[in-house]
């Protein structure tokens, strides 16, 4: 089956600057790939996500590219807020697992103001 | 987007004992999942409820353990049967919904206790 890793699994940045967490995937049919941030008590919520047709997505201060070749995916977050703040998870489905999401470990973003 | 409620949010419970959550959708959805999230974890997919036939569980889950019904298009339960400590966790369901944009959705999910 499918097999996400997520690094790094804590990230701590002052309010303003970038963050960038990254993922790798294992199988190649995997086509969809979606993050979630989820606050503290509250349900994973869909911010961004990228097909294996689109190489990058921008979505305001949130992006996504992803490397079908070499089989990882990213997310970036510019002038990072302190609502920011929340616990990111990326997921690959696709192929014979379409609908069926695969996750990585999640990362603690913590935006210092 | 769907929106999707669950009941109940929350449950304590004994060991040995059963509970079925319940995920109601807004409108109608192909895709249903249910997810299992432990503390402090990331989400684990249990399995899919295929509308009208048996659901299709992962590795390590099983139907004696987690049955699922989903007898129409918004509507589905997973019992959580003969409870131990080791269940406890937050289930949610979880549907793929946006028509011609797919996109997938979670529901507010059911923290369960089991003592």
Redesign the interface.
């Known amino acids: 089956?499918e097999n996400v890793e997520q690094h790094p699994s804590t990230l701590s940045v002052q309010e303003g600057d970038s963050a960038v967490i990254k993922c790798t995937y294992s199988d190649s049919a995997s086509n969809?790939f979606?993050w979630?941030k989820q606050e503290l008590g509250?349900?994973?919520?869909?911010i961004i996500?990228i097909r294996s047709n689109v190489g990058e997505k921008k979505d305001q201060r949130i992006a996504v590219t992803l490397n079908k070749t070499a089989k990882h995916f990213s997310l970036h977050i510019t002038e990072t807020q302190p609502e920011d703040s929340a616990v990111y998870?990326c997921?690959a489905s696709g192929g014979s697992t379409l609908?069926?999401?695969?996750?990585?470990?999640?990362t603690q973003l913590t935006v210092w103001p | 987007s769907a929106v999707i409620s669950q009941k109940p949010s929350r449950d304590i419970c004994q060991r040995g004992t059963s509970l079925t959550i319940q995920c109601q959708v807004d409108s109608q959805v192909t895709m249903m999942f249910w997810y299992r999230q432990q503390p402090g974890q990331s989400l684990t997919l249990i399995a899919t409820a295929n509308q009208g036939s048996e659901a299709t569980y992962e590795s390590g889950f099983v139907i004696d353990k987690f049955p699922i019904s989903r007898p129409n298009l918004t509507f589905s339960t997973l019992t959580v049967s003969n409870m131990s400590p080791e269940d406890s966790s937050i289930y949610l369901c979880s549907v793929v919904a946006g028509g011609r944009r797919y996109e997938q959705y979670f529901g507010p999910g059911t923290r369960l206790t089991v003592t």
């Open positions: 089956g969809y979606p979630y509250k349900r994973p919520q869909l996500d998870f997921a609908g069926r999401l695969y996750f990585g470990r999640g």
